[in-house]
T-cell receptor
């Protein structure tokens, strides 16, 4: 099955640093979603993007839907220890209810 | 808030057993999904259902079947469990064909096949 290219695979950063991760695809998506998964939990929706060029914030998180509709990025500003987890992007193709997921970015934040 | 509940957080079964994983959602969503999650592979779709008694294969349906007898409940069945089915299993639900509706996930079932 198709998967999105998500990078980086993992990040080890110090508390207070900014974080940036992105997803790219060869396909055009109608929707981009960003999820966070904490240890032992299911993924939780952080941000949903519905239009090319859209920039949306949720607290310290900011995500953008790329103009080409083939990519998206997520930024986290001033990271804190509770940001630790795996971040997944997901894209929705055409008129389908299925999502295609990235392989995830594992974030570790050190105090 | 959407609530997706998976019946077990941890499950240990033996090779050859028939295994049932249950998922219930309380938001009257038409769509329900089963994924498995393995390190480095992300989430891979096993099966999904867009209505009662309807099902479609995902990317990795081999060795699995599903049942959707009621709208709120979607069951994943491992017909004869094998060790390569040891994984984290995630259930999700969403509204049908409402543009951009996100999927909402349960907390997962970590299944070990011995």
């Amino acid at each position: 099955g198709q998967q999105l290219n998500q990078s980086p695979q993992s990040m080890f950063i110090q508390e207070g640093e900014d974080v940036s991760m992105n997803c790219t695809s060869s396909s055009i998506f109608n929707t981009w979603l960003w999820y966070k998964q904490e240890p032992g939990e299911g993924p939780v929706l952080l941000i949903a993007l519905y239009k090319a060029g859209e920039l949306t914030s949720n607290g310290r998180l900011t995500a953008q839907f790329g103009i080409t509709r083939k990519d998206s990025f997520l930024n986290i500003s001033a990271s804190i220890p509770s940001d630790v987890g795996i971040y997944f992007c997901a894209g929705q193709l055409g008129n389908t209810d299925k999502l295609i997921f990235g392989t995830g970015t594992r974030l570790q934040v050190f105090p | 808030d959407v609530k997706v509940t998976q019946s077990s957080r941890y499950l240990v079964k033996r090779t050859g057993e028939k295994v049932f994983l249950e998922c219930v959602q309380d938001m009257d969503h038409e769509n329900m999904f089963w994924y498995r999650q393995d390190p480095g592979l992300g989430l891979r779709l096993i099966y999904f259902s867009y209505d009662v008694k309807m099902k479609e294969k995902g990317d990795i349906p081999e060795g699995y079947s599903v049942s959707r007898e009621k709208k709120e409940r979607f069951s994943l069945i491992l017909e004869s469990a094998s060790t390569n089915q040891t994984s984290m299993y995630l259930c999700a639900s969403s509204l049908r064909l409402v543009a951009g509706q996100p999927q909402h996930f349960g907390d997962g079932t970590r299944l070990s096949i011995l």
